[in-house]
């Protein structure tokens, strides 16, 4: 698959200390040295936030965190945050949520498009996609307003399946963890004392359907990982499955595509 490469055996405190190094790198080059980044109390934004503490100092990054409402595991966000006693804010984005809902859904009545279903995926579109972007949008509003970079949190893992949201997650100034699997975020994480080991090795969720990420894709980050890493998981209707998802989500890995008229080539 373009862009994977074997990177086994993988040594997590030489790419912790690479990315740390460049994280600063990054930032120096830019005369910027403040971060903000959304803190969901999982392995990922809980990785990113220590990265860039040693990077930068504690005192220089913002941890965000960001309920739609009730989230039942906020505490553990808190913790990270308290761990590594980075700034923090929380930002409740469930008024905003519901406000775009009560402003946007009764122009989509079923009589909107010819096929009748507009209504039930716009249902569908505000309670998957519209939360990430707005808590996007949030982020780059408090990193503005601090003139600081936003950080990425997403992992290769999640990309590959297309299991983010384009103009939500995946917006960020930079991103530590895009090349490195779920299961290498972890290891990295296990290597820095100041983060719970128990939230590194917590099972990841989107915080809204009760269910892990592994149990809403069908198919574990383990496998996703031996896929990415070795060329197959194991697993011939896996390997079929992620292919799939793979190639589905092309779309939310690259730049909008540009119309070129002179050339009559999409790039």
Known sequence: ??????????????????LIKMIKEFTDNAGIKRVVLGISGGKD???????????????????????DGEQKDISDSVRICESLRINARTVNIGEMHNALKEAVLPHLSEDFFADGE??????????????PRLRMTTLRYIAQSLGAFLCGTGNLSEATVGYCTKDGDTSCDFNPLGRLTSKEVAAVGLTMDELPKELVNKAPTDGLSGMTDEEKLGI????????????????????????????????????????DAFSERVI
């Open 45 to 67: 934004s809980s990785v990113a936030a220590a990265l860039c503490a040693r990077a930068l100092g504690r005192e220089n990054v913002y941890g965000i965190m960001l309920p």
């Open 220 to 259: 574990t980050y383990q496998a996703i990982h031996d896929y990415i890493r070795k060329g197959t998981s194991g697993d011939e209707k896996t390997d079929e499955l992620i292919l799939k998802k793979y190639r589905g989500s092309a779309h939310k890995r690259r730049m909008p595509s540009v119309f």
């Open 1 to 18: 698959m373009e862009g994977f490469e074997l990177k086994e055996p993988f040594d997590a405190v030489k790419i912790r200390d690479t």
């Open 118 to 131: 507009a209504s039930s995926r716009a249902e569908h579109e505000s309670n998957i996609n519209v939360g």
